[in-house]
């Protein structure tokens, strides 16, 4: 494997060796370097046209392995006789190496593209195999004899599906065998259920044909009891077929007893590909057979040529590789997984779903929260007094909580290669599988540092939300207008909703009211710039206009922050409902003041006589004896909603005083806060210790001083001026001394200055001259 390629005793390969190192040469020669055009990096050896830039980084070996597929094409045009011999020997050697390197002895190989292939292709060997008359009879064999073909319940969804379209059996012909649910891992077939099927089955006059064991189980990673399911499977005849990640490790040097059991299995599916980081590789089906006629029937061997030729790219990266190569990625894969779980092992409030299986590549963890009455080993389950709805609700809380957790990880470190999954029984979890995506994204052991610095800093807002998720609802329960939506996809603090007074919640209508006043209150708690974030609901059934509150730390007054929504949603429906009320009785005065007009236009008319009216008579009395009218026209008062003449307007040439308006209501709570504090954060003036020093001590100090001084000026003012011989009152000499010190406060620290308090009023009304 490692000999170089001129000295293959084949004069065929030995030209395609030095062509093959030749191509090497050049690719060499064209190697990657940088320019800086536009702020990116280009390559000096780039497609151009529409994929420049979008190819990602293959490196050397992956070079080698398209080089494969253009060669193989290449290599299809010779003569038969030199074709023939050429994908023989290419077969061979890349056979012959993958039974050596992963442990499976006298085995031969099947490439394929898809995955499943392999294994639909074994199966149809083992009904070849089990029926004899198959071949002549067909269908009316299997028909008195169906066979069985067992996939464990933890097995990739679809696949038995896939099995039985491309056999063209039934769907009754699978059967699921159920994973262990009192011992054991959840995901490990359970051997003594299986072992009960197979004898019903058999009972019931069927055919067991097939088991499909999971050495890694595409969620978890775990490893069926290999070495046991062997023993049955050969008590009762059955074909057994192993596929998983786990089988990576065979390369290693030591390797667990459930993997290593694999290696006397009947066949085992491959995927040396994402393993190694090849692109555009076949995965490979290793099995064991003595009969090449039936497995020419079955589809596992084919004469033409250019079908074996699928192993080419395969056979250039294993020896571009190496047998050393190819080992140290999957050990260095195996040890990225096992550095982080022994990382995560010393974090809290962290658990690993994978612990009894050191030897796996894949971890799969989760964020938990411990509840009271609860067993902190078996992952936070509820206890057994409590009600199935709440089970329910932390349930989905905590899985809200993992997702939320999983994207921010995959985010804040994508060379992880991280992926978030939903379990059945565990619920959402965050798995890592650096067999699968190490070798592409080039994982390295600070990346795994990375992710467990990232974790741990996650892990404090991710307790404090779930903490303040039941304080929130019970505040907003007990707010008035408010209603608490549970949304348990809602990985923050909760969701709530502000019921106006047209609210119609059994109405699955459109709410255009409900939405402008969430919208209102949306860009209010914005502008707030707190550490929160708000974010508007969905608008479907009974939450068409809610506000969805993010994630928190644990400085947050939950009080404050309901409070805040309630008055500042009232307040916006306050104002909506003043602008209506307004319209309408500006619309209404704008009438009232047309039919005033009218009346005094008549009133005019009466007033000046009907001969001047005529436009010559009119002009000449009115010459010989102008009319001292008066000028009369109506202003419209906003505040009050009446008319009110212009008469007084134009004889004094001054507007009316009107009437001032009054205040506008607030509720909202005016909690004083410290310089530089944000929004809803918990103050510190509610602590037992306060220094003498702090800011707090100063204002209260300028309050007393304000209240003594304006007690003084007051009764000075309702005594006789006292005069220079006169002792000053010990009252007076303590204001004074707390005058010096506060005058010296303000000195030391501007920003303690507390600014006078200014009365602003309209006075003025609005005037509309109609």
């Known amino acids: 494997m490692d000999a170089p390629l001129e000295k293959i005793a084949d004069p065929t390969l030995a030209e395609m060796g030095k062509n093959l190192k030749e191509a090497m040469k050049m690719l060499e020669d064209s190697q990657r370097r940088t320019e800086e055009e536009n702020g990116k990096k280009l390559l000096s050896g780039d497609i151009p046209g529409p994929l420049q830039g ?51 002895e006298n085995g031969c190989a099947y490439f394929h593209e898809e995955e499943r292939e392999g294994l639909a292709k074994i199966c149809r060997l083992a009904i070849h195999s089990r029926y004899e008359d198959f071949v002549v009879d067909g269908f009316n064999v299997l028909y008195n004899k169906m066979p069985v073909i067992y996939l464990s319940a933890a097995a990739r969804p679809g696949l038995g599906q896939y099995l039985c379209n491309q056999l063209g059996l039934p769907f009754p012909c699978l059967c699921r065998v159920p994973c262990n649910t009192m011992f054991g891992s959840q995901h490990q077939m359970d051997v003594a259920f299986l072992e009960k099927l197979i004898k019903d089955d058999i009972e019931r006059g069927k055919l067991p044909l097939l088991l499909v064991a999971n ?64 692109p555009a590789v076949p995965a490979v089906t290793l099995y064991k057979h003595d009969d090449p006629a039936l497995t020419l029937v079955a589809g596992l061997t084919s004469n033409k040529p250019t079908d074996k030729l699928r192993a080419l790219p395969l056979w250039l990266s294993l020896q571009y590789l190496g047998l050393d190569g190819i080992v140290e990625r999957i050990k260095h894969a195996c040890q990225l997984s096992q550095r982080l779980q022994e990382s995560l092992k010393k974090v809290n409030h962290i658990k690993i779903l994978v612990e009894d299986e050191l030897s796996s590549p894949v971890v799969v963890f989760r964020f938990f929260q411990e509840l009271p009455g609860s067993d902190p080993g078996l992952n936070a ?72 610095a990232c974790i741990q800093s996650q892990l404090p807002v991710l ?17 008035a207008g408010l209603l608490y939506v549970d949304d348990p996809n809602w990985p923050g603090i909760g969701v709530v909703r502000y019921e106006h007074a047209n609210d119609d919640k059994s109405s699955l209508k459109s709410d255009p009211e409900g939405e402008k006043i969430h919208a209102g209150l949306l860009k209010k ?26 994630m928190a730390s644990d400085d947050i007054d939950v009080s404050e922050l309901v409070e805040t929504i309630a008055v500042t949603a009232r307040e916006i429906e306050e104002n909506s409902r003043l602008l209506e009320n307004m319209t309408e009785v500006v619309r209404k005065g704008i009438q009232e003041a047309q039919v ?79 310089p530089g504090q944000k929004p809803f954060k918990r103050s510190l003036r509610g602590s037992d210790t306060v220094s003498e020093t702090s800011s707090v001590s100063h204002i209260e100090d300028l309050e ?36 010096d010190r506060a005058q010296r406060l303000e000195d030391d620290c501007p920003q303690m200055r507390k600014p006078r308090s200014t009365d602003l009023r309209f006075t003025q009304p609005v005037n509309s001259h109609l």
Request: charged share 20%.
């Open 215 to 278: 050495a890694g189980t595409a969620a978890v990673g775990h490893t069926d009891k290999i070495g046991r399911l062997k023993e049955l499977c050969k008590q009762y005849g059955i074909w057994l077929h192993v596929k998983g990640v786990n089988l990576a490790t065979l390369a290693l040097g030591y390797v667990s007893s459930s993997v290593l059991a694999a290696t006397k299995c009947d066949s085992m599916t491959l995927t040396p590909g994402p393993w190694l980081g090849l």
């Open 704 to 739: 007393k001083i304000e209240h003594l001084s304006g007690g003084q000026d007051a009764s000075e003012a309702n005594s006789p001026e006292r005069h220079p011989g006169v002792p000053t009152p010990p009252e007076a000499e303590q204001t004074g001394a707390l005058q």
């Open 54 to 104: 979008r190819i990602q980084n293959i490196g050397e070996q992956g070079h080698i392995a398209l080089l494969g597929h253009s060669l193989g094409a290449y290599i299809s045009t010779l003569d038969k006789e030199k074709l023939r011999k050429l994908t023989t020997r290419i077969l061979s050697d890349t056979t012959l190496w993958l039974c050596r390197i992963f442990r499976y």
């Open 525 to 550: 708690l914005n502008e707030l710039e707190s550490d929160l974030t708000f974010k508007m609901g969905p608008e479907y059934k009974s939450m068409k206009s809610c506000i969805y509150i993010g």
């Open 381 to 452: 389950i509820p206890a057994p007094n409590m009600a199935p709805s709440a089970v329910s609700q932390e349930r989905h809380s905590c899985d809200a909580l993992n997702r939320w957790l999983g994207e921010q990880l995959k985010q804040l470190v994508p060379a992880s290669g991280l992926t978030v999954m939903d379990l059945e029984v565990e619920g959402t979890c965050v798995r890592f599988s650096p067999l699968t995506t190490a070798a592409v994204l080039g994982t390295r052991g600070e990346d795994v540092d990375q992710l467990v």
């Open 463 to 479: 307790t404090c939300t779930l903490q303040l998720r039941e304080e929130f609802k019970q505040e907003v329960m007990g707010a």
């Open 596 to 674: 005033q007009l009218q009346k005094a236009n008549e009133e005019r008319l009466l007033e000046e006589g009907v001969l001047r009216q005529i436009p010559v008579v009119g002009s000449v009395l009115n010459w010989f004896s102008p009319v001292q009218a008066s000028q009369k026209g109506r202003t419209f008062n906003l505040t009050a909603g009446s008319l009110e003449s212009t008469e007084h307007t134009y004889v004094y040439k001054v507007q009316g005083s009107g009437v001032t308006p009054p205040q506008t209501p607030s509720g909202a709570r005016t909690k004083q806060r410290l």
